[in-house]
């Protein structure tokens, strides 16, 4: 090739990358591509699993990675709704269905309400119980939706059925037993909601579930603590007849020993009052203490 | 005792998708090549020599017809044994030192690893490739790959060798030497059968020669006799053109330049040729006797069968 | 005729690796590598089972890659460059040459799988840091992988024994993807009737049960390998190897050669 041709095909070449670059933009500005979690364009499960010809497993173990990282950008941006969480679960789970993080750690968060979750239980329920039938030896599984049924959905029956029949699993966590029992005896209580978001903590391999175990075990503190705290506020105003202006005036009134910490080691704030937390993004599931 | 004998050896291919056509690569071919010859087979581009070879090597099957290699059926293993094929246009596995493809070959023609020790690096020299035993054979030029293509033919010593074009790719000199080469292989008492379009290597080399064309023998015999019959002719020179015309008829074919001219006639005319200069009053330069040649031979034979007047 | 089948086995082992067909150890060592960071965002309990089907997956990829295009070519470029006519002039059958030239590259293959395995190994170590019994079944799905390689590559010396290179890749992987859905074939062929049955059952047959041989999502969840599975799919392999071998060979010692 002579100079002035190699010259001039460089230069095509780079001016033809760089307008189809622009192309594209423009196209994808007036035209967008839909979007990989485009719920309406999600394949069937089976139909992926044919087509992934024998390597499902690794198929399955990529699309649960999207499900995390799907997830959690969205849960960044503050997202209320996870609409593509529960099919990609279902293809994942479809294409492996011994991948028993997915059926536990998806549960979880399709059941909570948003925008901790999807707040969808009855998928997490689907889910869950399709998770037991491909994997009846894994007790977690059990436990994942005895939960399900005492924190959404309040049958405190069924959860106990269900931590019964997962404690018969051979190697059961011996807490299953216990938690059989507490929903038959003392279900509505904070102490059994503290016992079993302790344990799911202890437990949990996953890192978010244990983070959202510890979250909610947290929040649950700071219910206790706040009704507590409440009390003592509203005992010295009976007595001094008036709000206490700081913890200081409580501590010398004895009612308490010290400023209350909450769970994360940050004061209770006092106003008006009312007790409430200082920073209540801390504890996103408690029911007390908000301003 | 006969090295070669082919008994109607035809291959006719079946061309074309849907409606079939037949094509002639080889018609009913007989030929017996002695031993201890030096054999050309001889024929235009597409005259069916690499067809013929194929054949005897069972690359191709024939249509009909059957040979006798060494006395035995063509077909025969242990007959493999015994000669050498040099292919036309050789490549060779390109990754491969010649060692190694000597080495190779040699395993598959069954000879033992000692004696492949002891042969090797002697062939390689033999055939001018001393030094090369440990460059791969994607370096080598045509003449290298021509040089490597003989010596792999003949490293199991075979009595027969069979080449298909060894000249070709070759420059002058390295011709010469696989002249020699082949000479003395024949020394050797090695037969030779190696087919070819330069005829002035087959007049110098064969013994005997065949020339086939368009898939037929048009006539085999031995050098020397095909070429003395091809004589008989003189070159006459001399100045003056009126004289052409009466040569002409005569039968001879004239070739002039300015006035001197050059008729080449049987040498039966030559005295009424000589009496048509005279009367003319021609100058006469030169009479000489013009030899036979192969090629001679070679043209006419060719020349027949394509329906060429002359 | 051991002796010559040696001699072009190792010639087409030799050829392979001059080739580079061995630099694909390359790329799956890099990728392996590549995945490293990857793995640390994933949480602890899949990283084990993602690796093991990242590897193996990659394997059996790599693997069949190689075995149908190395495989159609390795008639077909001997042809092409005439080195076959120097060895086919010497005392060696047709069937010789197909057999030698099935187990240069079978050996190929098996050399290639077996660093493959090792890189996987030695990946699996510095992930657990310790390797337990469970690992070894790993190399049990991995060994059903190389049998996988055996069959395509008769398969794809078969094709290439009648066909140009193009049209033998093309049924090779066709081959290797109907053999993938070859459990699925056999379902329809159960329920199908008539001449429908007929035709499925037959293919269902024909086909390469290339499906029972992928235990790769077995594996990664630690399930025992049945002795007797690892029997049947061994001899299964061998015998559908010789079926594919030996029809090459009978084709290919008809055929005219250009």
Not at chain 1, 252 to 258: E, F, G, N
């Amino acid at each position: 090739m002579s100079r002035a041709t190699t010259t001039w095909t460089a230069i095509l070449l780079v001016a033809s990358l760089v307008a189809s670059f622009f192309v594209l933009q423009h196209k994808e500005a007036a035209y967008p591509s839909t979007s990989m979690e485009d719920v309406l364009f999600m394949p069937s499960p089976q139909v992926v699993k044919r087509a992934s010809i024998g390597y499902s497993g690794l198929l399955a173990d990529i699309y649960w990675m999207r499900v995390v990282q799907y997830f959690g950008s969205k849960h960044k941006c503050g997202s209320m709704e996870y609409k593509a969480l529960a099919p990609l679960l279902d293809i994942a789970t479809t294409l492996d269905p011994h991948l028993v993080i997915a059926y536990e750690w998806g549960a979880t968060f399709l059941d909570q309400p948003p925008p901790s979750g999807a707040g969808d239980d009855q998928a997490a329920v689907a889910l869950i119980r399709k998770g037991i039938a491909n994997n009846p030896n894994n007790w977690n599984l059990y436990v994942t939706l005895g939960f399900i049924q005492y924190e959404s959905e309040h049958n405190y029956l069924a959860a106990a059925k269900t931590f019964e029949e997962g404690s018969k699993v051979p190697n059961a966590n011996p807490s299953l037993k216990v938690m059989a029992a507490k929903m038959l005896t003392d279900a509505g209580s904070l102490d059994t909601a503290l016992y079993l978001w302790g344990n799911i903590y202890e437990q949990a391999m996953d890192k978010s579930l244990k983070q959202n175990a510890l979250q909610h075990f947290e929040s649950l503190k700071v219910d206790q603590q706040v009704s507590q705290l409440q009390a003592l506020v509203d005992r010295f105003r009976q007595s001094a007849g008036h709000n206490p202006q700081s913890w200081s005036e409580l501590v010398s009134a004895k009612l308490l020993r010290a400023t209350p910490l909450d769970p994360q080691g940050f004061p209770y704030v006092l106003g008006g009052g009312k007790v409430s937390v200082a920073d209540p993004k801390s504890f996103p599931f408690r029911n007390k203490g908000k301003r | 005792m006969l090295a070669v004998e082919i008994l109607g050896f035809s291959k006719t291919y079946t061309i074309g998708f849907w409606r079939k056509k037949q094509k002639t690569g080889l018609k009913d071919l007989h030929l017996e090549v002695p031993s201890g010859e030096i054999f050309g087979f001889l024929g235009p581009n597409g005259a069916g020599k690499t067809t013929t070879l194929k054949l005897l090597m069972g690359l191709i099957f024939p249509t009909a017809g059957t040979a006798r290699i060494l006395g035995r059926d063509w077909r025969d293993p242990s007959v493999r044994a015994r000669i050498g094929f040099l292919p036309e246009q050789p490549y060779f596995y390109d990754h491969l030192t010649p060692t190694e493809l000597l080495n190779y070959y040699g395993a598959l023609s069954g000879v033992s690893a000692a004696d492949r020790r002891l042969r090797i690096p002697r062939l390689l020299e033999r055939v001018g490739l001393a030094g090369q035993e440990r460059v791969q054979l994607r370096k080598f030029s045509k003449g290298m790959l021509q040089r490597v293509g003989i010596a792999q033919a003949v490293l199991h010593e075979p009595e027969i060798v069979f080449l298909d074009e060894p000249m070709s790719g070759l420059d002058p000199l390295g011709r010469r030497e696989v002249r020699e080469f082949i000479q003395s292989l024949n020394r050797e008492g090695k037969t030779i059968f190696f087919s070819t379009h330069i005829l002035s290597d087959a007049e110098a080399l064969c013994d005997r020669v065949a020339v086939v064309n368009r898939g037929e023998l048009r006539g085999t015999g031995l050098v020397a006799e095909l070429t003395s019959h091809a004589a008989g002719l003189v070159d006459v020179v001399w100045q003056g053109n009126e004289a052409i015309a009466a040569v002409k008829s005569l039968g001879g074919e004239c070739h002039a330049a300015g006035e001197m001219v050059r008729a080449t006639l049987p040498e039966s005319r030559l005295r009424e040729a000589l009496d048509a200069l005279r009367t003319r009053n021609a100058r006469l330069i030169s009479v000489n006797p013009v030899g036979g040649s192969l090629e001679q031979y070679f043209l006419q034979k060719v020349g027949e069968s394509a329906g060429v007047e002359r | 005729m051991i002796r010559r089948l040696k001699a072009i086995a190792a010639n087409t082992f030799r050829e392979a690796v001059r080739d580079k067909v061995l630099y694909n150890l390359v790329f799956f060592f890099l990728l392996l590598v590549a995945t490293a960071p990857l793995l640390s965002q994933i949480s602890v309990g899949v990283q084990r089972v993602f690796l093991i089907n990242l590897s193996l997956t990659a394997i059996s990829i790599f693997g069949t890659v190689i075995s149908i295009f190395v495989g159609i070519s390795l008639v077909s470029k001997e042809i092409e460059k005439k080195t076959l006519y120097p060895v086919l002039a010497r005392p060696v059958g047709r069937g010789e040459f197909i057999v030698g030239k099935y187990a240069g590259l079978a050996g190929t293959l098996t050399v290639n799988t077996a660093a493959m395995a090792l890189g996987f190994y030695v990946a699996l170590w510095l992930l657990m840091r310790t390797l337990t019994g469970a690992d070894a079944n790993i190399l049990l799905a991995i060994y059903f992988l190389l049998l996988q390689f055996f069959v395509i590559i008769g398969l794809a010396l078969l094709f290439s024994s009648f066909s140009s290179p193009l049209l033998s890749a093309i049924f090779a992987l066709a081959m290797f993807v109907a053999g993938s859905f070859a459990g699925d074939l056999r379902a329809f062929a159960h329920m199908a009737q008539g001449p429908q049955g007929w035709l499925a059952t037959a293919a269902s047959y024909v086909v390469p049960n290339l499906a029972s041989l992928n235990v790769i999502t077995n594996v990664s969840h630690d399930q025992i390998i049945a002795p007797a599975l690892v029997g049947y799919n061994t001899l299964y392999s061998v015998l559908y190897t010789v079926v594919t071998v030996s029809a090459a060979a009978l084709i290919f010692s008809r055929r005219n050669l250009k």
